[in-house]
């Protein structure tokens, strides 16, 4: 099932990352000036990141990490899993080297 996001387009996805990175903030009451001298960043790379105008992935940790919202990553990019059906249907680790087939002369 696709979620909803899905249908967004890259720019609007931006743009919703900005507004909840901002309610973020603001719901731990921090200003922007403050936030961004926590994440050293400046003040205008908080704004363009709030605003969804562009921004550096470094700037994106930097200020989760200034939020102390560092679980943000891992509902963003959760660590891969090894799924246990997907070992079933994988073969058998071999017991032993096999030689190289030798391969016939060609005509």
């Known amino acids: 099932m696709l ?5 967004f387009a890259p720019k609007e996805l931006q743009q919703l990352l900005g507004e ?3 309610r ?3 719901n731990r009451n921090l200003d ?5 001298e926590k994440a050293g960043v400046s003040e205008k790379a908080l704004r363009n990141l709030e605003a969804g105008r562009g921004s550096t992935v470094e700037t994106l940790l ?3 990490k200034a939020l102390d919202y560092l679980q943000g990553l ?3 990019v959760p660590e891969a899993s090894i799924n246990p059906l997907l070992l079933l249907r994988q073969s058998k680790t071999p ?3 096999r030689s ?3 391969r016939s002369p060609e005509k």
Request: glycine residues 0%.
């Open 74 to 76: 891992d509902l963003l």
């Open 20 to 22: 909840r990175i901002k």
């Open 24 to 26: 973020l903030r603001l």
């Open 32 to 36: 922007q000036l403050s936030t961004a």
């Open 62 to 64: 930097r200020v989760l």
């Open 3 to 7: 979620s909803p996001l899905a249908f």
């Open 95 to 97: 017991r032993r080297a």
């Open 100 to 102: 190289p087939r030798k």
